[in-house]
């Protein structure tokens, strides 16, 4: 878990900064489509890497040990305090990009680390991606569907 998260942290910003020197590098060359792709793309990279560099603080912070450190300060909840007395251990969830709090008993619940907004936007930016991408063949395919022009 923690190797996969060690892996992602620094290659999220190279995806990140790829797509958008590939989406910017290609307009007016390639088509808006693919462009609009790329940089929608790059956008949905964006903010999950944004995500994940709050996970990443999550999971040093449990990891910290030391005073204070039980429960572990990523799901501790305003209000919520019983909850988090009965963490046991933590993992970590990719998609949905979130740090999750294991509890006696098998329950499971999301920390608040990862700001609210990170996963829609992933989600949003991503789906315009591929939606963009896509558009081009089914615009062809309808095409070759009319028959040649006459």
């Known amino acids: 878990m923690v190797l996969l998260l060690l892996l992602l942290v620094p290659a999220a910003p190279l995806v990140t900064l790829g797509l958008l020197g590939y989406g910017l590098g290609t307009l ?3 088509g808006r489509y693919r462009s609009a792709a790329a940089l929608l793309g790059a956008v949905a990279a964006g903010f999950y890497t944004w995500g994940l560099l709050h996970v990443a603080g999550a999971v040093v912070s449990a990891e910290d040990g030391g005073a204070s450190s039980s429960p572990l300060l990523p799901c501790r909840t305003p ?3 019983e909850r ?3 963490v046991i251990d933590y993992s970590v969830d990719y998609v949905p990009l979130r740090f999750v709090c ?22 949003v930016f991503a789906l315009a ?3 963009c991408g896509a558009a081009p063949a089914v615009v062809s395919g309808r095409r070759a569907a009319k028959g040649p022009a006459v």
């Open 28 to 30: 007016g060359r390639r």
């Open 79 to 81: 209000g919520q305090e």
């Open 84 to 86: 988090a007395s009965k």
């Open 102 to 123: 294991e509890t006696t008993g098998g329950g499971r619940y999301a920390g608040e680390s990862v700001p609210g907004y990170v996963n829609p936007a992933v989600a």
């Open 129 to 131: 991606a591929l939606v």
